[in-house]
């Protein structure tokens, strides 16, 4: 038997202090240990220049107990089978914490997209779709956007696999065009989400929006999002990143003035914000990717990638919460640090679920071919996410555990629980 998963060890102390409260048969916490489907393949693209290049992608799928495999395809040179296992049972996690009908799934490619040319990019959308095709489907495992992936990203492989299918076929994947049935809501639903447990979080500590400072790291889709609905609901955004640098203001940043600035110069760094009217120097300075971590802020957001916060800088982060978009942003030992400080994280299984919410809705609508208004959509991603949050608050609460473990209690208890349900011959069917 290979290695365990290294997410799985990691998880191991946590899983533990679980099963002394829920009462787990052991055959069930054996087969949390392994995921269902890993699976490595060739990704072959023809370049501009004639050459053929071969970049390595997987598509892993965790615990499917309880439907179809649900998340992302991510796009970056950092992308391994490590990374995908773990980025994949982190959404059977999450998807059991917001009761969705899915396990967990994820998928990438080895490949720096911003290298690509437009049509390269195409080509190399298409060909992973091939790649993995016997896998994925509707019912069996669906795909959506995740890091450097996008709605444009999402209709090529859309395309790619109805063409294969010989049908058309909507419901395989989520976060595509409204034009090409995607929803209403998913491209600002993940921010927009976490926003929402956020201001749950703050209206359980007797806070107000209008007194707390937010520092936002990464500044794509998610962080944009979150920033720019976190400022219309009163918080300060005080500092955002990119993987180039941050900028600062202690008035507070407009997001949508950065956006517009990083559009056109694909990067924050050179944005200077001054309003005349009051003031001839300039309001804003630059940071460090690092000074924005070790900012003195209410609320730190991380929404880039994996690692941010470590056992190497969680001493020096300043922050009175922190709140994870992006997926697995602090790490097992760097948490540890940080709940010692007494700084608590409002776990990603938690708080960037708005994302797949809303993804699953786009599948519902794709299956009944009836589409929905926004304001429904936010209905019922607001009802979804703040189910959920209250559910851990509560059991945070009632078991003494911190958010994390208790976003994780719920979910096991509904996989062991689906697992029971299915019988032994779901996991043993050589018995
Ligand atoms: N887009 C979605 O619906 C969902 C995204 N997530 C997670 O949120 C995170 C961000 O995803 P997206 O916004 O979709 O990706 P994106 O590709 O749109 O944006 C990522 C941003 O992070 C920045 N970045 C990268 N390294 C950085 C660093 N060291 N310091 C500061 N900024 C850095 C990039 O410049 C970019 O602005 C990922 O972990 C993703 O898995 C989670 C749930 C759903
Ligand atoms: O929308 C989805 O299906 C999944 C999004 C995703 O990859 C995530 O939540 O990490």
Known sequence: MADLPKVVSDASERLDRIYQILDVSDDVKERLRHPDVSLQVAVPVRMDNGALKVFPGWRV?????????KGGIRFHPNVNAEEVTALSFWMAIKNAVVELPYGGGK????VNPKKLSKLE????????????????????????????TNETVMSWMVDEFSQLEGRHSPA?????????????G?????????????????????????????????????GYYFATNARKAGYKVVAVSDSKGAVYSEDGLDPDKIYQHKHEKQELKGFVYCDSSVNEEPETR?????????LDVDVLVLAALEDQITEDNANNINANLVLEIANGPVSHDGEKILLERNIPVIPDVLANTGGVIVSYMEWVQNRAGDYWSAEKVEE????????????????????????????????????????????????????
């Open 61 to 69: 799928q965790y615990n499917t107990v309880l439907g179809p495999a």
């Open 107 to 110: 998928g990438g490619v080895q």
């Open 121 to 148: 990019l195409e080509r190399l959308s298409r060909s992973y779709i091939r790649a993995i095709r016997p896998i994925i489907g509707p019912d069996t495992d669906i795909p959506a956007p995740d890091v450097n």
């Open 172 to 184: 395989v994947i989520t976060g595509k065009p409204i034009g090409l049935g995607g929803s209403e």
């Open 186 to 222: 998913r491209t600002a639903a993940t921010g927009l989400g976490a926003l929402k447990v956020l201001n749950m979080w703050v209206k359980k500590q007797d806070k107000n929006p209008e007194d707390m400072t937010v520092a936002v790291q990464g500044f794509g889709n998610a």
């Open 286 to 294: 630059q940071l460090s990717n690092d000074e924005l971590l070790e």
């Open 380 to 431: 019922r991603l607001t009802d979804r996410i703040e189910r959920a949050a209250s559910n851990c608050f509560d059991l945070a609460e009632e078991h003494e555990l911190d958010l994390r473990t208790a976003a994780y209690l719920k979910a096991i208890k509904r996989l062991a629980d689906a697992a029971d349900k299915r019988g032994n011959q779901h996991y043993f069917n050589n018995d």
